[in-house]
């Protein structure tokens, strides 16, 4: 694989991908931490939504609160994953920013720790993002850090600027003291050129836009927006001429059913028309399509394509995707 | 020579989907979803779509309020954050806080239709409930701002408090005889399940009491765990916000009550008799796999399930099969510009075909492991909606 084309630029170290459900955010997080770790790198994948996806990706048992491996590379890079759990995190932060034994317990048998987690909302967002800043500046006992970079699978585009912001919205309510230090370093983090927001979207309508809308919101909020990832792009099995002569309606019903006979095909003036609808919806799919390819033109980010994976995503079909992802230059 | 029966093979642990034998045909043995029979029952009041993000749940939803409205039954569908254009699909420039009526339904029924602003909603229950002076002072609280605006999870509550609010008028006022609910667009759809819950274990919970203590007097609570408490609070989080926490506690402690009252009477509203959830999903693996979990979850908490919906379904309209038409097109030649043609029209017909069986695989997975839930499949459209006919042509195809 290439390696990166730009090398003045600083190299990234949080890669955030959104995207709308169903688009295939997951997938993708999965492909680039995997491109990442190709070059020998040493890549976290993180999910925040309890939903084990990347288990599910790399086919391994539901991830615990701990770092795993889930894939080496033959460059020596390796991702390991980790399901972020707010409760856990926000016991593992007390202790090891505050040495709170006795106290973290006293916060615990007080309920703090189940208000903190679950009932004050917003709050899991803080932890969450606090736990990706630590292991963004984790170091070895050498000095080295720990990761050269972190794929973090986020939420949805619909709410990705909140939660990236949740750290503002506390050096709001927080006016000094140590979490409020903690809220302006995560932020800074959230805001430099180290970190990229790449959205995933599927070329119709409503993803288009709220990719559009999410763009707007990050930039409004001062978040850098990486890469468009437009996934799950459907190839045609018509090549130019053909759906320029079906388009402009020039093939007859007559010769589709001549051309038929010729295929050894027993043509009914009903199949010959139910093939020609079938044709004219696939047209307007694509012409969808391209109607969004070109909405997304306008955006001031970097668009990249993925394809249609049909027979579902193994991880022969991953490791496909992370390269796609490395020959079209997103790092 | 031992035989190995063929089941000891996969092991007791796999789910029993494992083991549905292979496809034979694209048909799907789960029981029909009657959708109209379900829309045309009048002991039926509520109507809620859940379901992944992404597909096509909000839609649904206003297509199914619209098919009731237009067979005469008066409707109000509650949306949780639709996009610009199915507003726009309802003839309404935006949706807002306040249901407003969809102009050029056909027949007797009505239709409104209105986004759960939550920040509004939360802002409405303090006003309605604290007196002014206080309704003021908690609306101007830092976290109170913080907490009714920006953090996630508020969305859960206020949309179990708006379908509160919306029953109560339909019941006090008859305007509406049926809501329809779309769910936030996440795993945290079904949070609104938990809010009852939640806020009786904040309430409830030593916490607030702890918080409340220093404007109650300490004197009765204090204890060298508290002090500890509050001590460790306070270092982290600075003195200043455990002052607006505890004022924002105190000035509210008054109006929770109200909201557990509510929540915790919405909830069993849900699970009684008048109430319908309807699982939207795709055919494709995650949102089915979704699609179980929120099967599995309405069922462990008693709320009535209707069944589930399939979106967006693959439905070939020659029947070819995919074999003979790849077979057909590889002896047309491939100069002649109309036989190309007519090739690529077959190898469309193949992609589809393909695409169909593999749905319909999904589909009797999910059949196999959920027996006993009804199912409906929509066929899907090669066009977004954009008016009242896109979504009349939806709910056509949700009734089947």
């Known amino acids: 694989m290439p390696s990166p084309a730009d090398p003045t630029r600083p190299r990234l170290r949080l890669h955030v991908v959104t995207g709308k459900g169903g688009t295939g955010k997951t997938t993708l997080a999965g492909a680039l931490a995997l491109a990442l770790a190709w070059d020998g790198e040493r890549v976290l994948l993180c999910e925040v939504e309890g939903r084990q996806g990347i288990a599910q990706l790399f086919d391994v048992a539901p991830l615990p609160y701990e770092e795993r491996t889930v894939a080496v590379t033959p460059g020596g890079g390796e991702v390991r994953a980790l399901a972020i759990d707010?409760?856990?995190?926000?016991?593992?932060?007390l202790q090891m920013y505050y040495r709170l034994g006795r106290a973290g317990r006293a916060l615990d048998r007080f309920g703090v720790i189940d208000f903190a987690t679950t009932i004050a909302p917003g709050l899991?967002?803080?932890?969450?993002?606090?736990?990706?800043?630590?292991?963004?500046?984790?170091?070895?006992?050498?000095?080295?850090?720990?990761?050269?970079?972190?794929?973090?699978?986020?939420?949805?585009?619909?709410?990705?600027?909140?939660?990236?912001?949740?750290?503002?919205?506390?050096?709001?309510?927080?006016?000094?003291?140590?979490?409020?230090?903690?809220?302006?370093?995560i932020m800074a983090l959230m805001r430099s050129r180290r970190t990229a927001v790449h959205l995933v979207t599927v070329l119709e309508e409503m993803s288009v836009q709220e990719t559009l809308d999410g763009i707007t919101e990050l930039r409004r909020a001062g978040l850098p927006v990486g890469h468009v990832l437009v996934n799950l792009v459907r190839g045609s099995p018509l090549d130019d001429s053909a759906r320029t002569a079906l388009g402009a309606g020039s093939v007859a019903a007559l010769t589709?059913?001549?051309a038929l006979h010729k295929a050894g095909i027993d043509a009914t003036p009903q199949l010959v028309a139910q093939l020609m609808a079938e044709g004219e919806d696939h047209l307007g799919r694509l012409q969808l399509q391209s109607a969004q390819r070109q909405a997304l033109l306008g955006?001031?980010?970097?668009?990249?394509?993925?394809?249609?994976?049909?027979?579902?995503?193994?991880?022969?079909?991953?490791?496909?995707?992370?390269?796609?992802?490395?020959?079209?230059?997103?790092? | 020579?031992?035989?190995?029966?063929?089941?000891?093979?996969?092991?007791?642990?796999?789910?029993?989907?494992?083991?549905?034998?292979?496809?034979?045909?694209?048909?799907?043995?789960?029981?029909?979803?009657?959708?109209?029979?379900?829309?045309d029952d009048r002991a039926n009041r509520i109507i809620v779509c859940c379901g992944a993000g992404g597909v096509g749940k909000t839609t649904a939803s206003a297509a199914l309020a619209l098919r009731a409205a237009e067979r005469g039954r008066r409707v109000c569908v509650l949306t949780i954050d639709p996009a610009r254009r199915l507003a726009q699909s309802m003839g309404l420039r935006e949706l807002d806080n306040m249901p407003r009526e969809v102009s050029g339904i056909r027949g007797t029924g009505s239709l409104d239709a209105m986004m759960l602003d939550m920040k509004r909603t939360f802002d409405e229950v303090v006003e309605a409930h604290a007196p002014p002076a206080k309704a003021e002072q908690i609306l101007a609280n830092p976290f109170y701002i913080a907490l009714s605006s920006?953090?996630?999870?508020?969305?859960?509550?206020?949309?179990?408090?708006?379908?509160?609010?919306?029953?109560?008028?339909?019941?006090?006022?008859?305007?509406?005889?049926l809501i329809v609910v779309d769910t936030p667009p996440s795993r945290s759809a079904l949070d609104f399940l938990d809010a009852p819950e939640r806020l009786s274990s904040l309430l409830d919970g030593r916490f607030i009491k702890l918080v409340l203590a220093p404007t109650r007097g300490p004197a009765r609570l204090l204890s060298a765990?508290?002090?500890?408490?509050?001590?460790?609070?306070?270092?982290?989080?600075?003195?200043?916000?455990?002052?607006?926490?505890?004022?924002?506690?105190?000035?509210?402690?008054?109006?929770?009550?109200?909201?557990?009252?509510?929540?915790?009477?919405?909830?069993?509203?849900?699970?009684?008799?008048?109430?319908?959830?309807?699982?939207?999903?795709?055919?494709?693996?995650?949102?089915l796999r979704e699609a179980a979990y929120f099967v599995e979850r309405l069922t462990a908490d008693q709320m009535p399930l209707a069944g589930l919906v399939v979106n967006r379904v693959t439905t070939p309209a020659a029947s070819l099969s995919a074999e003979e038409a790849l077979?057909?097109?590889?002896?047309?030649?491939?100069?002649?510009?109309?036989?190309?043609?007519?090739?690529?029209?077959?190898?469309?017909?193949?992609?589809?075909?393909?695409?169909?069986?593999?749905?319909?695989?999904?589909?009797?997975?999910?059949?196999?492991?959920?027996?006993?839930?009804?199912?409906?499949?929509?066929?899907?459209?090669?066009?977004d909606v954009h008016d009242l006919a896109g979504l009349r042509r939806i709910g056509e195809l949700l009734a089947g």
């Open chain 1, 86 to 93: 707010g409760e856990a995190a926000l016991l593992e932060y």
């Open chain 1, 124 to 185: 899991r967002d803080v932890l969450l993002t606090g736990k990706v800043y630590e292991a963004a500046r984790r170091r070895n006992p050498s000095g080295d850090l720990v990761y050269d970079a972190i794929v973090l699978d986020a939420p949805p585009t619909g709410r990705i600027a909140r939660f990236l912001n949740v750290n503002t919205e506390v050096a709001g309510l927080a006016k000094v003291g140590p979490i409020r230090h903690q809220a302006d370093s």
């Open chain 1, 256 to 258: 589709v059913e001549a």
């Open chain 1, 299 to 331: 955006v001031d980010a970097p668009v990249i394509e993925l394809p249609f994976v049909a027979h579902g995503v193994d991880l022969g079909a991953l490791h496909d995707l992370a390269e796609a992802l490395t020959e079209q230059g997103l790092w």
């Open chain 2, 1 to 39: 020579m031992v035989t190995v029966p063929r089941r000891t093979k996969y092991g007791p642990q796999r789910p029993p989907t494992m083991r549905v034998a292979p496809p034979r045909g694209p048909t799907v043995s789960a029981p029909d979803l009657d959708v109209d029979g379900l829309l």
């Open chain 2, 150 to 177: 920006s953090f996630a999870g508020t969305q859960e509550y206020m949309a179990m408090e708006k379908l509160g609010q919306l029953h109560a008028e339909s019941v006090r006022a008859g305007r509406w005889d």
């Open chain 2, 225 to 287: 765990g508290v002090g500890l408490v509050t001590a460790t609070v306070s270092k982290l989080l600075g003195a200043q916000v455990l002052r607006d926490v505890q004022a924002f506690v105190a000035a509210f402690d008054t109006l929770f009550g109200g909201f557990r009252q509510r929540a915790e009477a919405t909830y069993a509203l849900l699970q009684t008799r008048g109430t319908a959830f309807l699982v939207v999903a795709a055919a494709e693996p995650d949102a």
């Open chain 2, 327 to 383: 077979a057909g097109a590889s002896r047309l030649d491939p100069h002649d510009s109309t036989q190309s043609a007519v090739a690529g029209l077959l190898r469309v017909h193949a992609e589809r075909v393909r695409v169909q069986h593999r749905e319909a695989r999904l589909r009797r997975r999910f059949a196999a492991a959920h027996p006993t839930v009804s199912s409906v499949a929509v066929p899907s459209l090669p066009s």
